[in-house]
């Protein structure tokens, strides 16, 4: 079992950086990101592996988010810049045996940006 612990969520204004983190048990293969805004469905953000550090990114993140890990703290970060009110939703931290594959999840933490 994977036990996955989430912070750094909160409020912010649009153009504002918020840092995500999330804290895993035990490694898998990869780790990920996803959210699920109100009335959609939960979708895949940022995905990086430990061992290589290779990284995947949801097209509408990329340049704007950057995914990374800190292997010593068995830590996954992601760094959002330029927030904006689209990106409001509960962020969810994942772990896989593949690149963006949520066999394991957080609780979730929610990120609201205001315009």
């Known amino acids: 079992q994977v036990q996955l612990v989430e912070s750094g969520g909160g409020l912010v204004q649009a153009g504002d950086s918020l840092r995500l983190s999330c804290t895993t048990s035990r490694r898998t293969y990869a780790m990920a990101w996803f959210r699920q805004a109100p009335g959609k469905e939960r979708e895949f953000v940022a995905a990086?592996?430990?061992?290589?550090?290779?990284?995947a990114y949801a097209d509408s993140v990329k340049g704007q988010f950057t995914i990374s890990t800190d292997n010593a703290k068995n830590t996954v970060y992601l760094q959002m810049n330029s927030l904006k009110p689209e990106d409001t939703a509960v962020y969810y931290c994942?772990?896989?045996?593949?690149?963006?594959?949520?066999?394991?999840w957080g609780q979730g933490t929610q990120v609201t940006v205001s315009s």
């Open positions: 990086v592996t430990w061992t290589d550090r290779s990284t």
């Open positions: 994942a772990a896989g045996g593949a690149m963006g594959r949520g066999d394991y």
